[in-house]
C-alpha cells in the first residue's frame, strides 16, 4: 500500500514539489551567487531561510557545477565551536560525492586529522570534539583553503551568522571577513534572524562586512500564493478547503511560514479524502497542536524568574510592544518599573522568548503566545 505524504512540510526541505513560490528570490539568489557576489539574507526565524538555501542549491544548474554546504552556527558559542561545525558540515556533505572528493578535504586539515575516523568500510567520521581543536585559527584557516582550492566552486551558506557576535572575541569579524575576501572560489550567504545584529554587522562603516554583500530582505510568502499553494496540494489529495479559512491561518500568524503549515498540516490530516475543510476546523486544529505542548510550556513558565514570567505574559497580552520601557506599558500592567522591564526584556531575548524586529517586540513563538492568553 502507497503511503501517502502530508505535502504540508514542517520540518527540512522536502523537494520542490513541495516548496511554495518564492520563484523570484530563488532566481535572485542564484544569480547573484553565480555572479560573484557575496549576499546577507536576513528575516525573523521560522519564516523559510533555511529550507529556501536548501531550494536554491538544489536546482540543477547548482547541483551539476558547485558544491554546496549549509552551516547552522546558531548552537556555538566560540570560533572552536564554528570551526568544528564548519568540518563536520563539509564532510558530511562531501562523502557522498566520493572518495577522491572528500579525501582532498580530509588532506587539507591537518590540525585535526588524528581526530578523524573511519568505520569498516572506509567512510571517514568527523570524531573533532572541541578539545581537539587546539588553535581555532588555524583550522578555519585549513577550512578556507580546502574552499579556495577544491576541484568545483563552493557555495557556503552560514546560518544565523550573527552568533559570531556573541563569542566575546572582537577579531572573530576580520578573520573571516579576511577569509573570504581572498577566496576566490567560493562565495557565501550570511544568513541571520536578528536585524539588529544582522545590520550592525553589514551596514555600519566601522565593522569588517562593511559594505561587503548584498543585503537580501525576505518577506513572507504572498497571500494569493500560500492560497493557491494549498488549494493545490488539497486537490491533490482529493480534498478541498475553503478561501477564508487560509485567509484567516495567514491573518493569525502574520504569514510566518513554520505556523501556517503547522497547521495546514493538521488540517490535511484531518480531512478525508473527498471531504472540505471550512472555517470552523481551524480553532480545533489550533488547540490540538498547543495542547501536545501545554506540559512543556507550563515546564517553562515555571522555570522562569516572577518578572520575567510577568513581562513575558504582559507582551503576550499585546502582541507587539513598541514602547516596552513606557509608562503606559509598566501602568497597564501593573508592572514595578520601567527599568526591571527593560532587565526582564533583555533576558527574555537572550532566551529566545522574545523578539525584536523593526521597532516591535513580541513573543517568539505564536503557539506559546496563544497558550499564554488561555492562562489570563
Known amino acids: 500500500m502507497k503511503i501517502e505524504i502530508n505535502p504540508f512540510i514542517t520540518s527540512g526541505y522536502a523537494g520542490p514539489e513541495y516548496f511554495c513560490d518564492r520563484v523570484q528570490e530563488t532566481q535572485d539568489i542564484i544569480d547573484l551567487l553565480t555572479n560573484g557576489n557575496n549576499l546577507a539574507l536576513i528575516s525573523p526565524r521560522r519564516l523559510g531561510k533555511t529550507d529556501l538555501l536548501r531550494h536554491c542549491f538544489s536546482q540543477r544548474q547548482i547541483q551539476e557545477h558547485y558544491y554546496t554546504f549549509i552551516i547552522d552556527i546558531y548552537s556555538t558559542n566560540s570560533l572552536a565551536e564554528m570551526a568544528d561545525r564548519m568540518g563536520k558540515t563539509i564532510l558530511e556533505s562531501l562523502k557522498p560525492k566520493g572518495r577522491r572528493v572528500w579525501e582532498s578535504f580530509l588532506n587539507v586539515m591537518s590540525s585535526i586529522k588524528s581526530s578523524i575516523t573511519f568505520d569498516s568500510f572506509g567512510m571517514p567520521s568527523w570524531s573533532v570534539g572541541i578539545g581537539d581543536i587546539h588553535n581555532p585559527s588555524a583550522t578555519l584557516d585549513e577550512i578556507f583553503r580546502y574552499l579556495q582550492q577544491a576541484d568545483k566552486p563552493c557555495l557556503v551558506a552560514i546560518d544565523e551568522f550573527q552568533q559570531i557576535l556573541k563569542y566575546g572575541d572582537n577579531q572573530v569579524e576580520a578573520a573571516m571577513r579576511t577569509h573570504i575576501q581572498y577566496c576566490g572560489n567560493a562565495h557565501f550567504v550570511f544568513s541571520g534572524s536578528q536585524r539588529h545584529l544582522m545590520g550592525s554587522i553589514f551596514t555600519s562603516s566601522a565593522r ?23 488549494h493545490k496540494q488539497f486537490a491533490l489529495g482529493n480534498k478541498s478547503l475553503d478561501d477564508d479559512l487560509i485567509v484567516q491561518i495567514y491573518n493569525k500568524f502574520e504569514g510566518v511560514t513554520f505556523y501556517l503549515q503547522k497547521v495546514m498540516n493538521i488540517l490535511y490530516m484531518r480531512t478525508p479524502e473527498n471531504g472540505n475543510c471550512s472555517i470552523d476546523e481551524l480553532q480545533p486544529a489550533i488547540d490540538y497542536i498547543i495542547d501536545f505542548t501545554a506540559g512543556t510550556y507550563q515546564d517553562l513558565m515555571y522555570q ?48 529566545d522568548l522574545v523578539t525584536q524586529d523593526q521597532g516591535y517586540y513580541q513573543v517568539y513563538d505564536k503557539f506559546l503566545a496563544i497558550w499564554l492568553n488561555r492562562q489570563q
Open 208 to 230: 569588517p562586512f562593511y559594505q561587503s554583500v548584498t543585503i537580501i530582505n525576505l518577506y513572507p510568502i504572498a497571500l494569493d500564493k500560500y492560497s493557491e499553494f494549498c
Open 304 to 351: 522562569l524568574p516572577e518578572k520575567q514570567h510577568i513581562v513575558l505574559r504582559a507582551i503576550s497580552q499585546d502582541c507587539k510592544v513598541s514602547q516596552i520601557k513606557s509608562g503606559s506599558f509598566v501602568k497597564k500592567h501593573a508592572l514595578v518599573s520601567a527599568s526591571s522591564v527593560n532587565s526582564a526584556v533583555r533576558a527574555l531575548m537572550d532566551k
